[in-house]
């Protein structure tokens, strides 16, 4: 059995147990179709924020499973959870969008060059956000505002490792757009 045949078959199964009933059956399978989803869920989230926010995760898988009820059946059930996340994960985006607002009034000049602060002058900030991913933008703006690599790693949920390969690129990307 394809593995996306049988991540079907763990939601049909699990539909069937409720339809049933089966309290016993409903939690086995539940287990079961949550690894499922958690799978699938682990992917999208990092397909479109590049990078995976285990709280976000949680919520898709959550409100898969409340709203498992309004699956009409007229397209696989992978496909519906799909768009369920894709639309959470563009949400959870444009969130991250507008608290990755920068501004020049909290510009800390130990935190950029020169050079830098002249790109982010040229470019306008306004357009700065069509060129840079929602984690560059948060990262930037953490920068701005004085965080040290361990409090932005522990605020994007990512390592401190990452932190600093993330914003050598983004220091880069500025030297390159002055």
């Not at 949550?34 to 682990?42: F, I, P, S």
Request: hydrophobic share 45%; with cysteine; charged share 30%.
């Amino acid at each position: 059995m394809k593995k996306y045949a049988a991540d079907e078959a763990a939601f049909a199964a699990w539909r069937a147990a409720i339809q049933a009933k089966d309290d016993a059956a409903v939690e086995e399978t539940s287990e079961v179709l949550y690894r499922v989803l958690r799978r699938y869920a682990t992917s999208i989230v990092y397909q479109v924020l590049r990078y995976r926010d285990q709280d976000l995760i949680t919520d898709i898988v959550a409100h898969a499973f409340e709203k498992a009820h309004q699956f009409r059946g007229e397209s696989k059930f992978t496909t519906w959870f799909w768009r369920l996340a894709y639309n959470m994960c563009m949400r959870e985006l444009e969130r991250l969008k507008a608290r990755a607002e920068v501004s020049l009034e909290n510009l800390n000049h130990n935190s950029l060059t020169g050079l830098e602060r002249t790109a982010l002058a040229r470019i306008g900030l306004e357009r700065l956000s069509s060129r840079l991913d929602v984690v560059e933008l948060a990262l930037l703006n953490y920068k701005l505002i004085g965080l040290d690599e361990k409090e932005i790693a522990c605020a994007l949920k990512i390592g401190k490792k990452a932190v600093n390969q993330r914003w050598l690129r983004l220091r880069r990307k500025l030297q390159s757009l002055a």
